[in-house]
């Protein structure tokens, strides 16, 4: 089944503490994003990949991290997490080739940063 | 700068009725603009996708317009059921590029049973 799967689903930790949010898709797209969903602020892109080791920010890059070693997998790091990082993250994925096509997105990670 | 608005933010109408979603960008040099829907809990659904040199898009009972002079889409729904209750957002890319993505914040559509 074609998906883009995030893990963890769920996860509460405190300030400071590194983390990471994986993310990986099982239909060889290109381009990858990770977003941030917030109430009252809706759906901002934190960072994008068109391809391996190509990746740019997007509008709220500020205190994240992405890596795009492998095609299949792009993480989201927080290496000193903060409670205004608490968020309902999502991670995307779609083909460059083709012409345009969809986003597929995952379920999404509920963080919590106490 | 691009910015997206979706109007209303709520809607509750009766089954059965066909209603129309709204979506408005300042930047009318467009690559393409897309409408997702999203349940409670879940991440977005891609609905429909309209490329900039298209006018509208069709699938099922959704139908999606376009009009780039104007800065707008529509998104109608026919004949509405309650599995239609979700949040509905459309998106466009900034510029002419179709790499950075800028939402609305979405239509919370309520279908009454």
């Known amino acids: 089944e074609a998906q883009v799967t995030q893990n963890p689903r769920y996860l509460i930790t405190v300030t400071g503490k590194k983390l990471t949010v994986t993310c990986s898709q099982n239909?060889?797209?290109?381009?990858m994003s990770w977003y941030r969903q917030d109430p009252g602020l809706g759906l901002r892109q934190i960072y994008y990949?068109?391809?391996?080791?190509?990746?740019d920010k997007g509008d709220v890059p500020e205190g994240y991290k992405v890596s795009r070693k492998e095609k299949r997998n792009f993480p989201l790091i927080l290496e000193s997490p903060s409670p205004n990082q608490t968020s309902l993250y999502f991670c995307?994925?779609?083909?460059?080739?083709?012409?345009?096509?969809?986003?597929?997105f995952g379920d999404g990670t509920r963080l919590s940063i106490l | 700068k691009q910015e997206v608005t979706q109007i209303p933010a709520a809607l509750s109408v009766p089954e059965g009725e066909n209603l129309v979603l709204n979506c408005s960008f300042t930047?009318?040099?467009?690559?393409?603009l897309q409408w997702f829907r999203q349940d409670p809990g879940k991440g977005l659904t891609s609905l429909l996708l309209?490329?900039?040199?298209?006018r509208e898009q069709t699938s099922g009972r959704l139908n999606a317009s376009l009009d780039k002079s104007s800065g707008r889409s529509t998104l109608y729904i026919a004949a509405s059921q309650p599995g239609d209750s979700a949040t509905y957002l459309c998106?466009?890319?900034?510029?002419?590029?179709?790499?950075?993505?800028?939402f609305g914040k979405g239509t919370r559509l309520h279908i009454l049973p």
């Open positions: 995307a994925s779609r083909p460059l080739t083709g012409g345009n096509q969809p986003q597929h």
């Open positions: 239909m060889n797209h290109e381009y």
């Open positions: 990949s068109m391809n391996v080791e190509v990746t």
């Open positions: 930047d009318s040099a467009i690559y393409n």
């Open positions: 309209i490329q900039s040199s298209q």
């Open positions: 998106a466009v890319p900034r510029g002419n590029r179709d790499d950075k993505i800028i």
